[in-house]
């Protein structure tokens, strides 16, 4: 199994991306996929994560969107409304059998991806 992230940068305040992840090996359509963000001197936190519908941290909710095309292996984030708090490196990740207790836990996920930089700042 291989997650490969792609899409991040530098954006300004109030900007947007879209972070995107092909995954490969499985389809975990019986799982979840999700972003997770590290910040630097801080730890990893839950983002977002999709299995029927998308479910957000509610330091992104309403600003950012998952979504998945399952015929490309893909999920994406839109981040809108980016803020400099936003700014982090950005993991996708993956597994099967995740159960909406454990959905915002990174350790519940068996597969990450590589990480994309997020920088945002004026």
């Known amino acids: 199994v291989q997650l490969q992230a792609s899409g991040g940068g530098l954006v300004q305040p109030g900007g947007s991306l879209r972070l995107s992840c092909v995954f490969s090996?499985?389809?975990?359509?019986?799982?979840?996929v999700g972003w997770f963000r590290q910040a630097p001197g801080k730890e990893r936190e839950f983002v977002a994560a999709?299995?029927?519908?998308?479910y957000y941290a509610d330091s992104v909710k309403g600003r950012f969107t998952i979504s998945r095309d399952n015929a490309k292996n893909t999920v994406y984030l839109q981040m809108n409304s980016l803020k400099p708090e936003d700014t982090a490196v950005y993991y996708c990740?993956?597994?099967?059998?995740?159960?909406?207790?454990?959905?915002?836990?990174?350790?519940?996920?068996?597969?990450w991806g590589q990480g994309t930089q997020v920088t945002v700042s004026s």
């Open positions: 990740t993956a597994g099967n059998g995740i159960i909406m207790s454990t959905m915002t836990k990174g350790s519940a996920y068996s597969y």
């Open positions: 090996g499985d389809t975990f359509r019986n799982g979840a």
């Open positions: 999709f299995r029927w519908n998308g």
